[in-house]
């Protein structure tokens, strides 16, 4: 047991202890000194992207516009409307589907390059399919022949119904519109509002005989009182 002890004082004597550099207060660092560079944020791994991974397409910014050029119609008339669709996007929208739905009362319509739908008079609409380049603006045709207003029993004042066609713009199959725009026009009273009408005017041409008439029934009523024996 002592000679255990013995061994083990001996060898802890004859191991070297810490230098006494190790304890010296360090000096600071020389001028021009620079540090070691970190490494750049190139050098750093990043994972990689999961297979199938496919970068999210731009939004499709479209807008359209549609005017005939006027503000009223009436039945027989054409009128010429003028679609601009503007793709303000950073790339080309491919077979966009755009739709004029024309007014109510239209008898016929036409339009270049279009596919026409429904021959019935309140269900015409027109089809475009066209791709749209980026930053590019096209511009598409249509006419419609209007026929008379169905409603024509009522009365309404001047300019409270209107010819009214739509245009929608629809991109990637969807069915909901990019964008829309529309086109109104003032349709005249009906020949019902003017029937209506004839009745006050009947009522003011009898006043009027009876006025231009009342003062001679009266001189001849008065004659034959003034004849009659008493």
Same mark, same amino acid.
């Given at each position: 047991?002592?000679?255990?002890?013995?061994?083990?004082?001996?060898?802890?004597?004859?191991? !070297?202890?810490?230098? =006494? +550099? &190790?304890?010296? /207060?360090? %000096?600071? @660092?020389? *001028? #021009? $000194?620079?540090? !070691?560079?970190?490494? =750049? +944020? &190139?050098?750093? /791994?990043? %994972?990689? @992207?999961? *297979? #199938? $991974?496919?970068?999210?397409?731009?939004?499709?910014?479209?807008?359209?516009?549609?005017?005939?050029?006027?503000?009223?119609?009436?039945?027989?008339?054409?009128?010429?409307?003028?679609?601009?669709?503007?793709?303000?996007?950073?790339?080309?929208?491919?077979?966009?589907?755009?739709?004029?739905?024309?007014?109510?009362?239209?008898?016929?319509?036409?339009?270049?390059?279009?596919?026409?739908?429904?021959?019935?008079?309140?269900?015409?609409?027109?089809?475009?399919?066209?791709?749209?380049?980026?930053?590019?603006?096209?511009?598409?045709?249509?006419?419609?022949?209007?026929?008379?207003?169905?409603?024509?029993?009522?009365?309404?004042?001047?300019?409270?119904?209107?010819?009214?066609?739509?245009?929608?713009?629809?991109?990637?199959?969807?069915?909901?519109?990019?964008?829309?725009?529309?086109?109104?026009?003032?349709?005249?009273?009906?020949?019902?509002?003017?029937?209506?009408?004839?009745?006050?005017?009947?009522?003011?041409?009898?006043?009027?005989?009876?006025?231009?008439?009342?003062?001679?029934?009266?001189?001849?009523?008065?004659?034959?009182?003034?004849?009659?024996?008493?």
């Amino acid at each position: 047991m002592r000679t255990a002890v013995v061994c083990a004082l001996l060898c802890a004597a004859t191991l !070297p202890g810490p230098s =006494a +550099a &190790a304890y010296a /207060p360090q %000096a600071p @660092p020389t *001028a #021009g $000194y620079v540090a !070691p560079a970190l490494p =750049a +944020a &190139a050098d750093v /791994p990043h %994972a990689l @992207p999961a *297979a #199938g $991974y496919a970068p999210a397409p731009p939004a499709v910014s479209v807008t359209v516009a549609v005017t005939d050029g006027r503000d009223d119609a009436e039945a027989g008339k054409r009128l010429d409307y003028r679609i601009t669709v503007h793709n303000m996007g950073p790339t080309v929208v491919h077979r966009a589907r755009i739709e004029q739905e024309m007014p109510a009362t239209t008898t016929s319509a036409t339009a270049p390059g279009a596919t026409v739908e429904g021959r019935d008079v309140g269900r015409q609409k027109v089809i475009w399919r066209s791709d749209l380049p980026a930053h590019d603006i096209q511009v598409f045709t249509a006419t419609a022949v209007l026929g008379d207003r169905a409603d024509r029993t009522g009365s309404a004042a001047p300019g409270t119904l209107r010819a009214a066609a739509t245009v929608c713009v629809y991109v990637a199959g969807s069915f909901a519109p990019t964008a829309c725009s529309g086109d109104l026009d003032d349709l005249p009273e009906t020949q019902a509002d003017a029937g209506a009408g004839g009745g006050w005017g009947w009522w003011a041409a009898a006043a009027a005989a009876a006025a231009l008439l009342g003062p001679g029934v009266v001189r001849a009523v008065r004659r034959r009182r003034g004849a009659a024996p008493h």
